[in-house]
């Protein structure tokens, strides 16, 4: 009898540790609620996806791998554009389902990454930083500048009761950002349920369709005549015009030229950061992989860059070609130049040497990537096929910060 008196504390205690197990004990609070605490460290707008919302749906399944029967409720807070500032907090069915998640979710932070690295140096470092935790049930995603204070606020909601519940609730810090959606979809978006982005060029009113042509713009630039060309093709013209007479005139050695048409375009242009965004509503320069973009909209991905570093080089009779392969860790695609100054091969990267990308002008990062080796741009994470493209192997016009 006494053995048995013994067993019942042992049993209920046994009980209720078990009943703790995979238990909501962060009781009254909702995934919503919890995200939006730990976005208080957010420096950036935050758009809340609830699900129900589309995007949220995408974010879930596309972008995390994961199962969306398994989550019982979820919040995604994302910052789109240039930042990478992300908050996203999930409960499962059980605990077993979260800890599956928190692996999807490190997967996922390993390629934000490196889709970041190259590009937004300092984001992906706040990526590198990033926190995925779980506590039963629950998974929280956490890329902010201060991922630690974020972990401190999910578990602090365990320990606390949720917030009384406002419609002027708002994590967000400033107030660009769009108010939280309640997860009924809306037969047209209102404008307190579409974030508003950052303002930026307009693209020129087009009369009609354009594509760029170089072979259109060489000819009319060598022969003079403008006539029949489309206001973009006479933008880029113009352009062109004041870089070859007042930034790189004739006189010059082809180095000295391809070195000012280098700087030139990065003083120019600025990465279009829009691409990185997850968020559709951060939308990209349609001309931001020709001249037209980099020269006029000041906007350009690699290959607007490496266009436009050809069509210079090609109209100062330089020998140019553009490599076409994959940069960075994530392996996506990437394009850059390679010229032959007497008779050598050397890399160009003008993309990678915009040191808007790297949050600070020196001249070490403007020409990190001018006039380098072959091997020196597979030891910084470019890959191509090697078959048909020339090996560069040259220093004497490397810059002197180059490696």
């Given at each position: 009898m006494s053995k048995v008196k013994a067993l019942v504390p042992m049993l209920i205690l046994a009980l209720c540790l078990t009943g703790c197990g995979d238990d909501n004990d962060a009781a009254g609070w909702t995934a919503s609620a919890i995200a939006r605490s730990i976005a208080a460290g957010a420096t950036?707008?935050?758009t809340e996806l609830l699900p129900g919302d589309e995007l949220y749906d995408e974010y879930i399944t596309e972008y995390y791998g994961l199962d969306a029967a398994a989550i019982s409720d979820g919040a995604v807070l994302a910052a789109g554009g240039s930042s990478a500032q992300e908050v996203?907090?999930?409960y499962f069915t059980d605990s077993d389902a979260a800890e599956d998640a928190a692996l999807s979710l490190e997967r996922y932070l390993d390629a934000r990454q490196a889709d970041f690295?190259?590009?937004?140096?300092?984001?992906?470092?706040?990526?590198?930083?990033?926190?995925v935790v779980t506590r039963n049930a629950w998974c929280a995603l956490i890329v902010l500048p201060d991922a630690a204070s974020g972990v401190e606020a999910f578990n602090d909601c365990f320990e606390s009761a949720p917030p009384a519940v406002s419609a002027a609730v708002d994590t967000t810090p400033d107030t660009h950002s769009a108010p939280a959606q309640t997860g009924e979809p809306s037969p047209s978006p209102s404008p307190s349920a579409t974030p508003s982005p950052e303002p930026t060029a307009e693209p020129a009113q087009q009369s009609e369709?354009?594509?760029?042509?170089?072979?259109?713009?060489?000819?009319?630039y060598r022969s003079g005549s403008h006539a029949g060309l489309h206001e973009n093709d006479r933008a880029i013209l113009e352009a062109v015009d004041h870089v070859l007479t007042e930034v790189a005139p004739a006189g010059l050695s082809d180095y000295e030229r391809e070195l000012a048409i280098h700087d030139y375009i990065i003083d120019?242009?600025?990465y279009d950061s829009e691409t990185l965004s997850l968020l559709p509503f951060f939308e990209e320069s349609p001309n931001n992989s020709n001249p037209y973009g980099a020269l006029?909209?000041?906007?350009?991905?690699?290959?607007?860059?490496?266009?436009?570093?050809?069509?210079?080089?090609?109209l100062i009779g330089v020998e140019c070609i553009t490599v076409e392969g994959e940069g960075n860790l994530?392996?996506?695609?990437?394009?850059w130049n390679m010229v032959c100054l007497d008779g050598e091969w050397y890399c160009v990267?003008?993309?990678?040497d915009d040191p808007v990308a790297f949050g600070a002008v020196s001249e070490t990062t403007a020409h990190r990537y001018f006039n380098v080796t072959s091997s020196y741009m597979r030891d910084t994470h470019h890959y191509w096929e090697a078959s048909g493209v020339p090996e560069a192997t040259a220093t004497r016009y490397a810059w002197p910060y180059s490696g």
């Open positions: 950036e707008s935050l996203a907090v999930l690295t190259g590009y937004m140096p300092a984001e992906a470092d706040m990526l590198a930083n990033a926190e369709e354009w594509s760029y042509s170089e072979a259109r713009i060489i000819e009319a120019t242009a600025e006029i909209e000041g906007r350009a991905v690699c290959r607007g860059y490496s266009s436009t570093f050809q069509m210079f080089m090609d994530s392996r996506e695609e990437h394009a990267d003008v993309t990678w």
